[in-house]
């Protein structure tokens, strides 16, 4: 095994061009799982943390733009907050202080798991994710991006950069069940944001995310609608009927806050 | 790989191999055994340490990333023969039955209070909710964390 630590982007982009199989690694909570426990060996390994232009966020025109090395911890605690509310609500569900201090944003989406818990609060915000290589730069809509259970859009040669968008100021909330507060894998996990239209967007509850959209006057059939939207399965965790009820009666609770 | 890095305000240096993880490298290879080794999958927070002052699970950290960096292990919270405030309070309270998460939750305990001197109890429970009690120890717990926040 080897580890490739670049310290820019040049030069990651590069090491990611010329060794298109090697495992980008930034906070580590999901890749160290796999190799502490001996089910993944990759030949090489991308360490993203010395790569600056990775860090933090900015603003530009309006748009904010996330770098992929944005921590659940930067959202929760710091200036966003305000910004992105049912994305800092949902880091803050995000497995423990220890975990939030060190996963990512860009992390989340490259694993691209169902549970992944920034996913619906992005989607609701009709975020697009940076992906980038020595070809250039692209946008994805969050909702293209993850294209299955654990399967996303990036090209062998690109790293997600960036996530942008345009903060919609509209009320927006953030929901999830599981056994207990902290450390959880979402059984399912909803955001819901209302404006001139009600937006909504599930975790757990489907291969890929869906955006779920209705006119304002529509609240009434809404809860419906987004648990129709779902596709769940029977798992360790909570059964198709269960995900789909939940679904119903978050939505519903969700609309009590964001109309309210 | 050879890995240099700061523990405990101390400059040290191994050999690791690339996919090994901070937490092998403190206890196998550096002499630095009080952070435990447990779940391997940041479920349990007994290797928490302070990683450039940031409080993170040591498994889930690659050796590799801490090239160049600063750690903090339970080990580097007593000043010579005296306990730190936090595991002075641990040791009054009783708040150790097997003691094995114990190194894991003082690092974060001592964390907690630095950043937030006199915590709610929700504070608390949200600080040190990463940090699993096998013997279900937590009441003495609280009382060793709000005894360190008076002292």
Redo the contacts between chains.
Sequence with gaps: ???L?PTTLVEALRLKAEHPDAWA?Q???DL??A???DRA?PER?L?L?EVRELRGFTRQNGSLRLASGLTYAEIEHGELRDELPALAEASRTV?????R??GTIGGNLGTASPAGDAIPPLAVERAEVECASVRGTRRVPVTDFITGVKRNALEQDELITAVWLSPSRAPQTFMKIGPR???VIAVVSLAVAADDELRACFGSAAPRPVLVTAPRDEASSFPERVAEAAAPIDDVRGSERYRRHALRVLTERALKRVLA | ?RVSLTINGERHEADC???E?LLFALREKLGFPGSKNAC????C?SC?VLYDG????A????A??A?GHEVTTVEGLAEGEELHPVQQAFVDAGAVQCGFCTPGLVV?TADLLRRSPDPSDDEIR??L???LCRCTGYAKIFDAVRAAARS
Excluded: H, K, Y
């Excluded at chain 2, 391997?40 to 479920?43: A, D, F, M, V, Y």
């Design positions: 095994m080897d580890v630590t690694i906070g580590g909570t160290m799982v190799l502490n426990f060996r390994v360490n943390n497995g423990s202080p220890q975990i201090n060190r507060n902290a450390m | 790989m191999w690339e996919g993880s391997e999958q940041g479920e927070g928490s940031t409080l993170v699970c498994c889930l950290v690659l590799a990333q090239d974060a949200e600080a909710s990463g940090n």
